[in-house]
């Protein structure tokens, strides 16, 4: 998280902004690349096992759609609603599955993603980026109460997450690729351990609108063009 940027919150936190704009996709800016269905053959994952770590290959994919706006009083954020979905050529199972939002503050930059799975975690990461921005940086770090992360007893005595940090880089191609590290304090071992995975997308299908885009949309007057 870049400390230069500190919040400076206004006497008024309740009055929400009036010039909210209904499509999504217009205003998410650096996020706008992330926009749509990816899929990646590439994945790389490694891990920690018993006996030392493990490498594994993947697949994924992964659905990002725009929502409405959200607003925090005047806080105004212009978002992506996201699901991965991660498998392993060996196996049918999934090898891992995600939900969360990718949001956007256009008034400073701030990035934001959470992420839930179904083992018992979430987190908030954070960042900032210009809207043209090339490359996206995030962090959560364990005992934070604003950007933080929370988990099971379970995953806390065996396998302690300290650390969580995304690296997005966007590519010529309009693909992007993703390098992301978990720093663990795995039960027994006296070093932390980085879990790293990474992989690269390629768009398989655009984003739909989001519902109020859609709305205003279809309330625009039919052309009248002869």
Known sequence: MDEGKTMQVPDDIFTE??????????RL??????????????????????????????????????????????QLFYGLRYHVHINTPEEDI?????????????????ILQTLAIPRGQIAIAAGHAEPDAKRLVLTAERGQTEYGICSTTFLELAFRTDKYQISVDFHEDGGWSYVLDTTLMVKGQSEPFLHRDRNRLTKIAEPDLNPWAKIARSAQPASTDV
Do not use: S
């Open 94 to 110: 999934a090898f891992h599955d995600q939900v969360g939002y990718w949001l956007y503050e256009p008034a400073t930059g701030l």
């Open 17 to 26: 902004p009036d010039d909210v704009d209904p499509d999504t996709l217009a």
């Open 29 to 74: 800016g650096p996020l706008r690349r992330l926009a749509g269905i990816w899929e990646g053959q590439r994945g790389v994952d490694v891990n920690p096992k018993a006996d030392g770590p493990e490498t594994r290959q993947y697949y994924e994919r992964i659905e990002m759609q725009p929502i409405d706006a959200q607003a925090n009083g005047p």
